[in-house]
């Protein structure tokens, strides 16, 4: 199952695109993730994105493409992935589409998480992250166990750079001017669902994946398992 996880900065597609992860046993790639992860680890590629994310800007489209192209023919993307922050641009849409066609393959399902830009501006600024296990955490829907520590491995919690509120206000204006084309190109071509972000987290994941024909046995808690309905309704 080939998944794109679509929708503005701050609608949860991270948090939604790991628990469907965990629940299909397909990678999540994560252009945020890979970058930051270089950025952290200061190679050359860290270097040139940090300049990019530290303004709220996108990150140049051959960059981007490269990389993806590269995780997405690794061995355990033989079943499928779950791609988030990637497409963006209709050059990286296009290119993805083309790759897959010449390996007989196609995205399944654009999942379209929405949100006012209001919402999400609240949403943003009350985030924060575990810099070791990239778990995201919110002050007011999603609180950590134990204040400012992570739930899974107990490292202090930081907020992100880019999710102060003049670069908020910067990223959404890029995403609705650079990203809602490649929705509408996607529209075109391959089954979209839409779903709106709710405040509480396994509301969002039901909706999801109801509209995807999954069935959830048990909780969204660590371990739960989950079933794809014969009579998928995607
Ligand atoms: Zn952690």
Same mark, same amino acid.
């Given at each position: 199952m080939i998944l794109i996880m679509f929708g503005a +900065?701050?609608?949860g597609k991270g948090s939604q695109a790991k628990i469907l992860s965990e629940a299909l046993r397909i990678p999540h790639i994560s252009t945020g993730d890979i970058f930051r992860e270089n950025v952290a680890n200061r190679t050359e590629l860290g270097r040139l994105v940090k300049v990019h994310m530290d303004n709220g800007l996108l990150v140049p489209d051959e960059m981007t493409i490269g990389l993806i192209m590269d995780r997405i023919y690794?061995?355990?993307?033989k079943s499928g992935f779950i791609l988030d922050g990637? +497409?963006?641009?209709l050059s990286q849409v296009e290119h993805l589409g083309r790759s897959l066609k010449a390996e007989k393959r196609s995205i399944d399902t654009v999942v379209n998480i929405t949100l006012d830009d209001a919402k999400i501006i609240g949403r943003l600024t009350g985030r924060r992250v575990c810099p070791s296990c990239n778990l995201v955490y919110h002050l007011a829907y999603n609180k950590p166990h134990?204040?400012?520590?992570?739930?899974?491995?107990s490292s202090n919690l930081v907020q992100r750079v880019d999710d102060t509120e003049s670069t908020i206000v910067r990223r959404l204006q890029v995403y609705h001017a650079q990203t809602k084309p490649v929705l509408s190109y996607c529209r075109d071509r391959y089954v979209v669902v839409d779903v709106v972000s709710e405040d509480d987290i396994d509301d969002t994941t039901r909706n999801i994946f109801r509209s995807l024909g999954l069935a959830a046995i048990g909780t969204s808690d660590e371990g739960s398992q989950y079933m794809r309905l014969s009579n998928g309704c995607a």
């Open positions: +900065p701050g609608v690794n061995a355990d993307c990637f +497409p963006r641009t134990n204040v400012g520590r992570c739930n899974k491995c």
